[in-house]
């Protein structure tokens, strides 16, 4: 071996031998940034409250874990890769869960063809005897475009008098740039992916568009008035149904007087028969409110003709036990999830032993439920009365024992009794096979909420809220009925401005959208 080639092989072996002990090292760091993520979430899930995150942002911490796992992973399998080549060996394919791409999805395919197809002992040209493939989820960017609209004009030649031409389409803007698709995925990135018209109007502008987020609104204000019927058309849904979910969140809104905000609500209304097997549609109506007080629950679910409410024991909903209706009054459910809260919180706090042998009963109640989610409503009622009612007839009496145990003035008493004063409440799921434990299908629905309200801050104002209210609505509803709510909208918006008749408003609910009887009827 020549002097240049021996000093190639030594700069080769010195670059592999720099890489093997280098790998080590890049593991090592990559694991001590995930430890100190991790620690640093347990600190303010379980630390004190000054260092607590919200819950709404607890999941910012995770992400981060996520994140610094995928590069203690990418670290690990480049040491052990160099650890292989160092020994002359193959380095070995990471397994991977890969799961299924679907199948509608377009393929883009691409032929990686060795550098040479000729045999090396000189027989000529090799035969293909198979192949290897692999499928990788790819994107292709927001990617904006102008659809030019023609509109040939047609004139007899022989009398120059007949013109036609075929007449301009309505749209929601009229004269103006936005299709009903593009409005609709503005909708759509505000109120369900929680993106304000100010972060949108960044994303248009790296492509060129200078929209403001002020001509945004005006376009999705646009929308909201088109939709109303449909808003419309789903509370005559809600209002029909038996029982109903309840709960509120707080939504700031401006104060130009004081040039600051004040706390308005919004309230959410669910329907979801799903637990016990329903043919009813999921729905969720928002409605704002500028305050929190009995007489808002009263004034939006008056015309209401269900019989049960489910929500928390906020006493605003006592109210409503007290009005004289056809129905009957309204009889309150209560979450067995609130009162799971207050005992774990015991627990965690003061390790009670009490805290968990309530935690190990409410546990039990929820494992009968898991067995009978989705079944019919004779059948979870029989159930629950056969393994539910003897946890629940033994669990007030021994509640009230471990009471008179401890002292009155500590938060375990307070917990207890909470727990004892809501128990009618707490035990109607036992009346009714329709009803469930918790208040988890509202309560699903005000976290994203939550979410748009920190990430937009506040609502420019009382109407401004209402109309937030009402577009958010849509958007959850077309997400608990597993539609795309991008797909509707611009659907439903095109069939209101071609005329889509009154009286078939039933077709364009959001559960309809996916049924051969819907808008294509």
């Known amino acids: 071996m020549d002097a240049d080639a021996l000093s190639r092989e030594n700069a080769h072996l010195k670059a592999r031998l720099t890489e093997v002990e280098a790998a080590p090292l890049e593991v090592q760091e990559a694991n001590r940034r995930l430890e100190g993520i991790l620690r640093a979430s347990q600190r303010e899930r379980f630390g004190k409250s000054s260092e607590k995150l919200s819950p709404d942002q607890f999941n910012l911490p995770l992400e981060d874990a996520e994140l610094a796992q995928g590069v203690l992973a990418a670290a690990q399998e480049k040491a052990e890769a160099a650890l292989a080549r160092a020994r002359g060996e193959e380095p070995r394919k990471p397994a991977r869960n890969r799961g299924h791409l679907p199948p509608d999805l377009p393929r883009v395919e691409r032929v990686i063809e060795p550098d040479s197809t000729l045999c090396p002992c000189g027989c000529g040209e090799m035969a293909r005897i198979g192949e290897d493939i692999s499928e990788r989820l ?72 200078h929209l403001d987020r002020g001509t945004l609104g005006n376009w999705t204000g646009r929308a909201c008035f088109h939709l109303m019927p449909v808003i419309d058309h789903m509370r005559a849904h809600l209002r029909a149904a038996d029982r109903i979910f309840v709960d509120e969140t707080r939504a700031p809104v401006l104060d130009p007087g004081r040039k600051a905000t004040r706390s308005g609500y919004f309230w959410a209304v669910v329907s979801d028969d799903r637990g016990h097997g329903g043919a009813g549609p999921p729905i969720v109506l928002f409605h704002y409110a500028p305050g929190r007080g009995k007489q808002h629950p009263l004034r939006f679910l008056d015309g209401y003709r269900g019989r049960f409410l489910q929500c928390d024991a906020y006493q605003s909903y006592n109210a409503l036990t007290e009005i004289t209706r056809d129905e009957g009054p309204w009889q309150l459910v209560y979450c067995w999830t609130h009162v799971r809260r207050r005992f774990v919180k015991r627990f965690e706090s003061e390790g009670s032993p009490i805290a968990e042998e309530m935690l190990r009963q409410i546990t039990l109640l929820y494992q009968i439920e898991k067995t009978v989610r989705g079944q019919a409503p004779a059948d979870r009622l029989a159930a629950r009365r056969e393994q539910a009612a003897p946890i629940i007839a033994a669990l007030k009496p021994w509640l009230e024992t471990q009471l008179s145990r401890i002292p009155q003035k500590s938060l375990l008493a307070e917990d207890i009794r909470y727990t004892l004063a809501h128990w009618p409440g707490l035990i109607r799921f036992l009346d009714d096979g329709t009803l469930e434990l918790d208040t988890n299908p509202v309560e699903n629905q005000i976290r994203p909420i939550a979410l748009t309200r920190k990430n937009a801050l506040f609502a420019g104002n009382e109407l401004g809220a209402e109309n937030w209210a009402m577009l958010a609505s849509l958007v959850a509803t077309c997400k608990m009925a597993g539609v795309n709510p991008v797909d509707y909208l611009a659907d439903t918006l095109r069939a209101i401005l071609d005329g889509h008749p009154r009286s078939r408003i039933e077709d364009l609910m959001p559960w309809r959208h996916a049924q051969p009887s819907s808008l294509a009827a």
Request: proline letters at 8%.
């Open 138 to 209: 790819d994107v292709i960017p927001a990617q904006f475009q102008v659809l030019v609209t023609r509109r040939p004009r047609y004139a007899c030649r022989r009398c120059s008098q007949a013109v036609v031409q075929a007449h301009a389409p309505e749209h929601v803007v009229p004269g103006g740039l936005p299709t009903e698709r593009l409005i609709a995925w503005i909708i759509v990135s505000k109120f369900g992916d929680h993106l304000p018209f100010y972060r949108q109007a960044g994303i248009f502008e790296r492509q060129g568009l």
